[in-house]
């Protein structure tokens, strides 16, 4: 398996609130992912990262940022949360800028009341 | 653009049944296919993949074949166990650019 670590594993939190989600990896890949997964729509991308620093917008990226200051660690952050962001989030990693297999996290689910 | 098409569930069979999963896409280019399985409360598994035309993958005894002329990346497996109880996703992805496109999942249901 590779090794994607996602912190926390299960969040509540109030609208309005400031929440940052992690991925960490140990493979050293150059490429990670947010996604969210909701009923109905599968898996949306929010933001993906290409290099340290380096980041781009998804389908799905209004009300989220991202920053990657090291290769092992993508931090998602809500900075107002808002009950439409009520969603299980994976973090993916690639290896090669020529496309490749992504690998996915465990998951984090998210409940904003 | 790019997108992924598949067969909305859920999909309900006995054990040892022959299962059929449709995957269509569509690309400008010249993607790679995947099929990816989810378990409860789980992220997503590689299944398994194809990266040019007529490429087979298998994987536990799971295989789709790479069709270009169909556009499609269809599913099989010729006897299904409970234990493939799961929502199986198919995705390509854009050479170059390192992105994904998945389908909306299928969920897998087997009954002993």
């Known amino acids: 398996d590779a090794g994607i670590t996602q912190s926390p594993r299960h969040k509540v939190t109030e609208t309005g609130t400031p929440v940052t989600l992690r991925c960490h990896q140990t493979?050293?890949?150059?490429?990670m992912y947010w996604y969210r997964q909701d009923p109905g729509h599968g898996l949306r991308l929010i933001h993906y990262?290409?290099?340290?620093?380096?980041?781009d917008k998804g389908e799905v990226s209004d009300g989220y940022s991202v920053s990657r200051s090291k290769t092992e660690d993508f931090l998602l952050t809500l900075e107002s949360a808002t009950s439409s962001q009520t969603s299980v989030y994976f973090c993916?990693?690639?290896?090669?800028?020529?496309?490749?297999?992504?690998?996915f996290g465990p998951g984090t689910r998210l409940t904003v009341l | 653009g790019d997108s992924v098409t598949q067969m909305e569930g859920p999909v309900t069979l006995s054990e040892e049944a022959f299962l059929t999963i449709n995957c269509t896409y569509t690309?400008?280019?010249?993607?790679?296919l995947f099929w990816y399985v989810q378990y409860p409360g789980e992220g997503l598994q590689l299944l398994l993949k194809?990266?040019?035309?007529?490429d087979k993958g298998s994987n536990k005894g799971f295989e789709a074949t790479y069709r270009k002329e169909t556009t499609s990346f269809h599913l099989e497996k010729g006897s299904v166990q409970v234990s493939d109880s799961a929502v199986y996703f198919c995705?390509?992805?854009?050479?170059?650019?390192?992105?994904?496109?998945f389908g909306s999942g299928t969920k897998l249901n087997v009954k002993p």
């Open positions: 993916a990693i690639s290896g090669r800028g020529e496309t490749d297999t992504q690998y």
């Open positions: 493979e050293n890949h150059r490429y």
């Open positions: 990262s290409y290099g340290v620093k380096d980041t």
């Open positions: 690309a400008t280019g010249y993607p790679s």
């Open positions: 194809a990266t040019k035309a007529d």
């Open positions: 995705a390509l992805s854009d050479r170059g650019f390192n992105k994904f496109y």
